[in-house]
């Protein structure tokens, strides 16, 4: 109900809906020009051919853009946890992070989903991969794993809020700059990031794993070729401790008594 408002809110403005929409894909396609830039001076980045960046700058995309679009309002919890308009939510027969997630609800997110998905067709078409059956069903899984580990990382931001009181910036750093850092080749890296990232935050798992795999290439760090398969694992599981988090931090709410 919450999202079908702000839905027809936007639709009220189409025209203003499209630009902002546009805006947003062009914004966001930004990052990959400076890439085109780079590999007119380089042929290779770490080993990786521009196809194959692109490769990974669309599913990262792609999977972050499903995760912002849901989960995307949730850096504004700690404005509502300070001016005490968080209050509100309490007393509605709904779930509260199911009424975060719902707040603003803002379709221009859309664009960023567009422009990964464009350019990851584009890395398809040109890239020559065997298209074996476990590599075309670890397609949609790594796309929809991905999405629910970043998803999982803005609960956990949010959750965090709770506590900090405005701490968004911090969880930008681990959405954000985690999209970012996955746009490129995880050879380019220290072997100390990669563990971090694959054993501590499991971002590795939202494409780096699933893509070497896919692009049949090894991986850095010596781990099977196959461990891209654990992807939704690792997704439930960071569900899993973010749903925790949040329980946590709805329990140690203070409200503002108003």
Known sequence: MIVGMWVRSTMAYRTSFLIMTVGNLLATGLDFVAIVLM??????????TLDEVAFLYGTTSVAFGLADLVLGTMGRLGQRVRDGTMDT????????LAQVAA?????????????????LGWSLARL????TLDRVLLMPVMLLSGGAIFGALFVLGGAF????KDASEVQNAFTFGGTTLLEYPPTVFGKELLRGVTFVIPLAFVNWLPALHILGRPDP??????????APLVAGACCAVAGLAWRAGLRAYQSTGS
């Not at 809020?161 to 900090?164: C, G, I, L, N, S």
């Not at 760090?221 to 654990?230: C, E, H, K, Y």
Request: aromatic share 14%.
């Open 39 to 48: 590999f007119t001076h380089i042929g290779e980045l770490g080993g990786f």
């Open 89 to 96: 939510l309490l007393v509605r027969p709904v779930p509260i």
């Open 161 to 164: 809020q709770f506590w900090a």
């Open 221 to 230: 760090l010596g781990l099977p070729a196959r461990i891209g398969f654990a």
């Open 128 to 131: 020559d991969i065997d298209w």
């Open 103 to 119: 707040d603003r609800f803002a379709l221009r997110r859309l664009g960023r989903i567009t422009q990964g998905a464009l350019l």
